[in-house]
């Protein structure tokens, strides 16, 4: 069974009288353990489909199903448990709490679970070490590099253990060297963990890391192609 199968999404903005398409009949099968890379230029869709995935956004026809269920009609609640569960997001202005902790921060999806204060701790500290944050816990954010803070919203996306995640031009403030740091890090997610990774960008170098390329233009797929390593 796929993980996720879109069905005809379309996405429909209105202005007054103007509807506008950002996504039109799109139609994709993604099975678990992929690494996928999600590009197109600006205005294509890419991130109103990346939206729609993450349960961020609804779609206004279509299905999307994922493990076997459609979201597509869910309300509000029901998203925000499935996002919490199933999703783990990055983003590329790191989205920490200035003034939390990199543990604290780390913590924060197992709140919306209701986990336990000892069990938050201790699940925290493992996922600050997965990310090689060990020793780094008690840090706020302005006293860690931008890498080091990529890492932490990394954690963060690891903690609830979900079997996915998606990230938003996660290297988009970050150097090369570091930029190439965190995409070494999604792939030994991906191969040593099985977890899909859905990574949106624009760089060409940074797609490369992926094993499947899906192109967007004009709300539309154009392209959906096997590449990068091998």
């Known amino acids: 069974m796929a993980l996720i199968e879109t069905e005809h999404i379309t996405k429909t903005y209105r202005l007054g009288d103007i509807a506008l398409n950002a996504l039109n009949n799109v139609s994709i099968t993604i099975g678990k353990g992929e690494f996928i890379a999600i590009m197109g230029p600006s205005g294509s869709g890419k991130s109103t489909f990346m939206n729609i995935l993450g349960c961020l956004d609804k779609p206004s026809e279509g299905k999307y199903i994922l493990e076997g269920i459609d979201v597509a009609k869910m309300g509000r609640d029901e998203l925000a448990a499935i996002r919490n569960k199933e999703i783990g997001f990055v983003f590329q202005?790191?989205?920490?709490?200035?003034?939390?902790?990199?543990?604290?921060?780390?913590?924060l999806p197992m709140l919306y679970a209701g986990v336990s204060a000892k069990e938050r701790k201790s699940r925290a500290s493992?996922?600050?070490?997965?990310v090689g944050l060990a020793g780094r816990e008690g840090h706020h954010?302005?006293?860690l590099s931008g890498g080091q803070?990529?890492?932490?919203?990394?954690?963060?996306a690891l903690v609830n253990n979900a079997p996915i995640i998606m990230?938003?031009?996660?290297?988009?403030?970050?150097d090369t060297k570091t930029s190439e740091e965190i995409m070494d890090l999604f792939v030994q997610l991906n191969e040593e963990s099985s977890i899909t990774i859905i990574l949106v960008t624009h760089e060409k170098d940074i797609a490369e890391y992926s094993r499947r390329?899906?192109?967007f233009r004009d709300g539309i797929v154009v392209g959906?192609?096997?590449s990068?390593?091998?």
Do not use: K, Y
């Not at 990230?167 to 970050?174: F, I, S, V």
């Open 93 to 107: 202005g790191f989205n920490l709490l200035p003034r939390t902790s990199a543990l604290e921060n780390v913590e």
């Open 126 to 130: 493992e996922a600050l070490a997965r």
């Open 141 to 143: 954010p302005n006293q």
């Open 149 to 156: 803070q990529q890492r932490v919203a990394v954690a963060r």
């Open 167 to 174: 990230a938003d031009e996660p290297t988009g403030n970050l």
């Open 213 to 215: 390329r899906i192109l």
């Open 224 to 226: 959906d192609e096997v």
């Open 228 to 230: 990068g390593r091998s």
